[in-house]
Nanobody, 128 residues
């Protein structure tokens, strides 16, 4: 059974940085695509970024491109989301997710229904 545990959220001022971590266990993830989503109060869950575990190919939502970086550490079975130049509109609960099929099409991996396993989420709050 796949387990995903997020950490690293918190309160930061506008323009600040945070690094989220997603520790994955229970499977061999080399064929997976891992994603980060976020959900603000009153809004639907939205795609942030994804990475193909084996190839390291990355995908980003337009709203975070150039500010956020997704990466993975194979030895630690951990996926990271480095978030820089944070804005108040980045405030949300951030979720890590695993796609067992290893999707590669952007239109597919930006859809939350593509993902099979989810973490519990970590709160990110950006103050103005």
């Amino acid at each position: 059974q796949v387990q995903l545990v997020e950490s690293g959220g918190g309160l930061v001022q506008t323009g600040g940085s945070l690094r989220l971590s997603c520790a994955a266990s229970g499977r061999t993830f080399s064929s997976y695509t891992m994603g980060w989503f976020r959900q603000a109060i009153g809004k639907e869950r939205a795609f942030v970024a994804a990475i193909r575990w084996s190839a390291g190919t990355t995908y980003y939502a337009d709203s975070v491109k150039g500010r956020f970086t997704i990466s993975r550490d194979n030895a630690k079975n951990t996926v990271y989301l480095q978030m820089n130049s944070l804005k108040p509109e980045d405030t949300a609960v951030y979720y890590c997710a695993a796609d067992r099929a290893g999707s590669t099409w952007y239109a597919v991996l930006m859809n939350s229904r593509t993902y099979d396993d989810w973490g519990q989420g970590t709160q990110v709050t950006v103050s103005s």
